[in-house]
């Protein structure tokens, strides 16, 4: 399962949507850059890559429901990232 290996390395619901609002914000950043550097595709050229990068941000969303749903089956919803990291290592060490 996805979902379940991604918790387990640590990948926090917390992390996918902030990764989401950061693929918003480089979409954005994308479509200037696009915009100003490439004058030859012009404006059609600046949304699609606007576009291509925006189109991130439902994936992030999406996965940060999933793990945020898991989070809270698994009952470490509130649990930082760094406890469960702790938690991990004194399982693997016996203690």
Known sequence: MIIKKLHDMGIRSEHAYMAALGSIGASVIAWVTSLKAEPVGGLARADRWGIFVGEWAP???GLGLALSHYEQQEGTL???VRDLWV???QERHGG
Do not use: G, L, P, R
């Open 59 to 61: 994936t992030f969303f």
């Open 78 to 80: 509130t649990t930082s």
């Open 87 to 89: 938690e991990k290592a």
